[in-house]
């Protein structure tokens, strides 16, 4: 069955430390892509990142960073110096081809970071 | 910003009455869909439109229902609110309907049944 998993529920961190959010996934397609979207206290959800099945190669964007592996089903991301504006809920989310649409988006519960001045 | 507007932002309701919530986007899309987001749940897809007047369900349909008159217009409606529908409402849209298509939110809709 498809799941995505966010294990970490929390996460408290120093300004300009390292943090990295983890997320797990399981499907049984070959083909699928998988999005992190953020949402800040304001509450709005926001999209960060598509990665499909077929690329493994890490993406980097300005202090954001995700690694996949399929190797361990992962699709991890790292944020590097964090600051206080990092401050939100993260989610990790999965659509497969199987499903015709993204109307099957399968989320995850999401990762709660707060980012300590 | 995908231009996508929610409405109302904020609603207080009492058990039993009907409401409607509306969300308009400008940017023409065809997919619109509406999720709610509780605590432990995760963003649970409520009904979804790939057109004007085409609608489906999702997840967790039972009592709400939809309607789309116009490609910017979604609306959902709780037909008799109940306390277990009270949530945070969010629509999206996407242009095509495609796995690979990413989804734009509004900012929600917090709606409260007593």
């Known amino acids: 069955a498809q799941k995505v998993t966010q294990a970490q529920t929390e996460i408290s961190v120093v300004e300009k430390e390292d943090v990295t959010l983890d997320c797990v996934y399981e499907?049984?397609?070959?083909?699928?892509?998988l999005f992190w979207y953020k949402q800040p206290p304001s509450g709005e959800l926001v999209f960060l990142i598509r990665?499909?099945?077929?690329d493994e190669q890490n993406e980097i964007s300005g202090r954001y960073s995700w690694n996949f592996q399929k190797s361990t089903s992962s699709f991890n991301f790292t944020i590097t110096a964090s600051q206080v504006v990092d401050s939100a809920v993260y989610f990790c989310?999965?659509?497969?081809?199987?499903?015709?649409?993204?109307?099957?988006?399968?989320w995850g519960l999401g990762t709660s970071l707060a980012v300590n001045p | 910003d995908a231009g996508i507007t929610q409405s109302p932002r904020h609603k207080v309701t009492e058990t039993g009455t009907p409401v409607t919530l509306r969300c308009h986007q400008t940017?023409?899309?065809?997919?619109m869909y509406w999720y709610r987001q509780d605590p432990g749940h995760g963003l649970r897809l409520i009904h979804y439109?790939?057109?004007?007047?085409?609608?489906d369900k999702g997840e967790v349909s039972d009592g709400y229902s939809v309607s789309r008159s116009k490609t910017e217009d979604f609306l959902l409606t709780l037909e008799s609110a109940t306390s277990s529908q009270t949530s945070v409402y969010f629509c999206?849209?996407?242009?095509?309907?495609?796995?690979?298509?990413?989804?734009?939110f509004g900012n929600g809709t917090r709606l409260t049944v007593t």
């Open positions: 439109s790939y057109g004007v007047k085409d609608t």
């Open positions: 999206a849209i996407s242009g095509t309907g495609r796995y690979n298509s990413p989804l734009h």
């Open positions: 940017e023409n899309h065809r997919y």
């Open positions: 989310a999965l659509s497969e081809a199987s499903a015709g649409n993204n109307r099957k988006l399968i």
């Open positions: 499907t049984r397609d070959t083909t699928y892509y």
């Open positions: 990665r499909n099945s077929f």
